[in-house]
C-alpha cells in the first residue's frame, strides 16, 4: 500500500520560513506529478505548488516568489520551502502524488497525505 507522510509543519512568526517534506512508501513503480495543496480555516483546499516528473514547477500567485517546490526522484520526495511567510499561509498542507504502484500498474492513481499544521502567527 502507498503511503505519503509530511513533516516540517510548525508555528512560526511572520517572516520566517519552514521547510516541508514528504516521503513516500510501498510498492511504487513510477511517480508522476507532486504537490502540495492546502487548506486554510473555512478555506477549500487549494492548490499551492506542482512538480513534474521532469521538474516543471506550477506556483499559486499567492505564494510565487516565496515558496519553491522541489523533489528527489531518486528517493521519491518532494519538498516545499517556505520563505517570508504571511499569516494567510497559515493552513493544514497536504503533499500529493500520483503514483503508479504494484496494486495497479497499468495507471497512475492519486494519493494524499493526511497533511501537516502551518500556523503563522505573531
Known amino acids: 500500500q502507498v503511503q505519503l507522510a509530511e513533516s516540517g509543519g510548525g508555528l512560526v512568526q511572520p517572516g520566517e520560513f519552514l521547510r516541508l517534506s514528504c516521503a513516500t512508501s510501498g510498492r511504487i513503480l513510477s511517480i508522476g506529478l507532486m504537490g502540495w495543496y492546502r487548506q486554510g480555516p473555512g478555506k477549500e483546499r487549494e492548490l499551492v505548488a506542482t512538480i513534474s516528473s521532469d521538474s516543471i514547477t506550477k506556483y499559486a500567485d499567492s505564494v510565487k516568489g516565496r515558496f519553491t517546490i522541489s523533489r528527489d526522484n531518486k528517493n521519491n520526495t518532494v519538498s516545499l520551502q517556505m520563505n517570508s511567510l504571511k499569516p494567510e499561509d497559515t493552513a493544514l498542507y497536504y503533499c500529493?502524488?500520483?503514483?503508479?504502484?504494484?496494486?495497479?500498474?497499468?495507471?497512475?492513481?492519486?494519493?494524499w497525505g493526511k497533511g501537516t499544521l502551518v500556523t503563522v502567527s505573531s
Open positions: 500529493y502524488a500520483a503514483i503508479k504502484s504494484g496494486v495497479a500498474p497499468w495507471t497512475f492513481l492519486d494519493h
